[in-house]
């Protein structure tokens, strides 16, 4: 994570701890058996978790990382990045 201020390290990192911590509930919830709804719901929220670590990183991206490499002249650089995440996140 090139450019990523600390605060912005910090905040990333417990929210993957805290996914963590769902994946290992859901380990547990799968072996005693719990009903398939209550399970579903958690993996809902383990998803929508990953979708907002994803969203704090491209962030952190599109405002460091890709604005230094328009500024040295990476323009396509830059533009080939935008479109890889872009279509990364249509899928």
């Known amino acids: 994570m090139k450019n990523a201020n600390d605060k912005n390290k910090i905040s990333i990192n417990r929210r993957l701890k805290l996914i963590e911590g769902q994946i290992r509930g859901l380990q547990r919830m799968v072996e005693k058996d719990t009903y398939c709804i209550d399970v579903i719901t958690q993996t809902s929220a383990v998803k929508q978790g990953l979708s ?9 991206h599109l405002g460091n990382c890709v604005i230094s490499q328009i500024k040295s002249g990476e323009t396509d650089k830059a533009k080939g990045e935008i479109l890889k995440v872009y279509k990364l996140k249509r899928k």
Do not use: G, Y
């Not at 907002?52 to 952190?60: G, I, P, Q, Y």
């Open 52 to 60: 907002n670590v994803e969203d704090m990183l491209l962030e952190n």
